[in-house]
């Protein structure tokens, strides 16, 4: 007797969760497929009736993908990726050659730029993409192999390779604080402009998460300006306009170029702050472990 096939969701629930899970948001997801919010969520609200199982918690507006959800999200990720690379192999297109990094904007422009020539040099004939982006990998609306970001940020359905560390300390132009003045205590630094990055939602540290790690005097800040984008706010410090909080790997250059200083002593280490993923694909570009492997070991270079 042959065995019964195996029954599958219907592709009407798999492709919404499957973008859901990516993204993991049922709008971006919407947006995505041509569909409206309530639409995305009525089929994965189905397929967790079918499964028996919660894909997504949902909380106040928005939904995070349980460890059931994640899991099953790559594979399906995987599974229709592999879909897409036959019919493209079938309608006699291939896969571009080219590496694809997709990496977050300030690690870009600070880390990744002046280490590059040496990826490059050690595999001369790997064709490199780098994208760059203020957004998490969720909101990414290009494939990429290799995504770098902090650590924080949602990943959606993208395979976690490895996380490094990060020291994050205040930083400022040389001459905002007076020699006679530094090191600052902590509670000193209320006294100057400080510089604040904000995002929706915020997952990464910002000025209050910093002063209750390193356990400063509560002490209401004097000024703060905003900006939307962290490259921004770092450019403001470079410009003197006040102090910005730093991570060493995206600052460490410019200090030792002289361009901006730590005021005080205090930093908090944090030793997953930087994540490196490998794509949802299951068919994965054949040099992908190459550049894993380069970014392992310049992450793990001298914590710099």
Not at 243 to 248: D, Y
Not at 268 to 288: N, Q
Request: glycine share 6%.
């Amino acid at each position: 007797m042959q065995n019964k096939p195996q029954s599958l969701p219907p592709l009407s629930r798999l492709r919404p969760f499957e973008a859901a899970a990516r993204r993991e948001s049922f709008s971006r997801a919407a947006d995505e497929l041509g569909m409206t919010q309530t639409a995305v969520s009525k089929q994965v609200a189905r397929l967790e009736q079918e499964l028996g199982t919660r894909l997504f918690e949902r909380r106040n507006r928005a939904v995070f993908l349980t460890d059931e959800g994640r899991r099953f999200g790559r594979v399906v990720s995987a599974a229709l990726s592999d879909i897409a690379e036959e019919v493209a192999s079938l309608r006699g297109a291939r896969r571009a050659s080219e590496l694809v990094l997709h990496c977050q904007l300030c690690e870009a422009f600070y880390w990744l730029m002046p280490r590059l020539n040496g990826f490059h040099e050690l595999h001369p004939g790997v064709e490199l993409r780098v994208l760059s982006s203020l957004r998490p990998i969720t909101e990414a609306t290009e494939h990429f192999d290799v995504a770098m970001q902090t650590s924080g940020r949602p990943f959606g359905s993208a395979r976690l390779a490895l996380t490094a560390s990060d020291d994050i300390f205040p930083v400022c132009a040389p001459g905002l604080v007076s020699l006679k003045d530094r090191p600052l205590r902590p509670e000193d630094l209320v006294r100057y402009p400080l510089l604040s990055h904000n995002a929706v939602p915020q997952d990464w540290m910002e000025w209050p998460d910093w002063f209750e790690a390193v356990a400063a005097k509560a002490t209401k800040p004097g000024r703060v300006m905003h900006f939307d984008s962290y490259p921004l706010a770092l450019q403001a410090a470079v410009s003197g306009q006040g102090i910005a909080l730093g991570w060493k790997r995206t600052t460490q250059d410019m200090i030792e170029d002289g361009k901006l200083i730590r005021p005080c002593r205090e930093y908090v280490s944090r030793p997953a702050e930087i994540s490196v993923f490998r794509g949802p694909a299951r068919e994965t570009h054949r040099d992908t472990e190459k550049l894993v492997a380069w970014l392992s070991d310049q992450l793990s270079e001298g914590r710099n």
